[in-house]
T-cell receptor
Framework: QKEVEQDPGPLSVPEGAIVSLNCTYSNSAFQYFMWYRQYSRKGPELLMYTYSSGNKEDGRFTAQVDKSSKYISLFIRDSQPSDSATYLCAMSGGSGGSNYKLTFGKGTLLTVNP | GAVVSQHPSWVICKSGTSVKIECRSL??????MFWYRQFPKQSLMLMAT?????????EQGVEKDKFLINHASLTLSTLTVTSAHPEDSSFYIC???????????FGPGTRLTVL
């Protein structure tokens, strides 16, 4: 079993739809959870960052972490064509230092159709 | 978030030559930088962790003599692909660790094509 599982999609939705992206993981030591957005041929861009369980909202984006189920989600409300990208979940089990490795999911390719 | 730049953004080279990729932290002094490689439609693969003033730590399976990493200052890390071959063609991305958290900020990436 891989440490982080993410459905690669592709996922295609109409503009305005609510998008749900998910990752599951097996390592209970993970404490920091991130979602990155990566446009084609660009570096990943940090979207959301969450420590431990709970919800975090930023505009149209909501990140949820359920450590008891080892399950994280990213919700995108009122999706726009500009949201079309690959979304990568990432997590780490460090103590807040800057030198801990991230474990990535494979990424989900999202297309929002106008 | 932190701002990271990479240069060049795209490089084409002949087989057997060496290529240097620069990664700069523009607004932050990065003690630790990371180098990743990404093949088409695949996720990021960590190659090495680069610490300022010390030797890089390479991931298993990554040849340290082929992928030379130098982190001589808090704002600059370089990756040199030595004696490049077509199978080294890939998207190379650096990142810097954010102080006080485990998150990382990524550069825009460098596309390497070896002919």
């Amino acid at each position: 079993q891989k440490e982080v599982e993410q459905d690669p999609g592709p996922l295609s939705v109409p503009e305005g739809a609510i998008v749900s992206l998910n990752c599951t993981y097996s390592n209970s030591a993970f404490q920091y959870f991130m979602w990155y957005r990566q446009y084609s041929r660009k570096g990943p861009e940090l979207l959301m960052y969450t420590y431990s369980s709970g919800n975090k909202e930023d505009g149209r984006f909501t990140a949820q972490v359920d450590k008891s189920s080892k399950y994280i989600s990213l919700f995108i409300r009122d999706s726009q064509p500009s949201d079309s990208a690959t979304y990568l979940c990432a997590m780490s089990g460090g103590s807040g230092g800057s030198n801990y490795k991230l474990t990535f999911g494979k990424g989900t390719l999202l297309t929002v159709n106008p | 978030g932190a701002v990271v730049s990479q240069h060049p953004s795209w490089v084409i080279c002949k087989s057997g030559t060496s290529v240097k990729i620069e990664c700069r932290s523009l607004d932050f002094q990065a003690t630790t930088m990371f180098w990743y490689r990404q093949f088409p439609k695949q996720s990021l693969m960590l190659m090495a962790t680069s610490n300022e003033g010390s030797k890089a730590t390479y991931e298993q399976g990554v040849e340290k003599d082929k992928f030379l990493i130098n982190h001589a200052s808090l704002t600059l890390s370089t990756l040199t692909v030595t004696s490049a071959h077509p199978e080294d063609s890939s998207f190379y991305i650096c990142s810097e660790g954010a102080s006080g958290s485990d998150t990382q900020y990524f550069g825009p990436g460098t596309r390497l094509t070896v002919l």
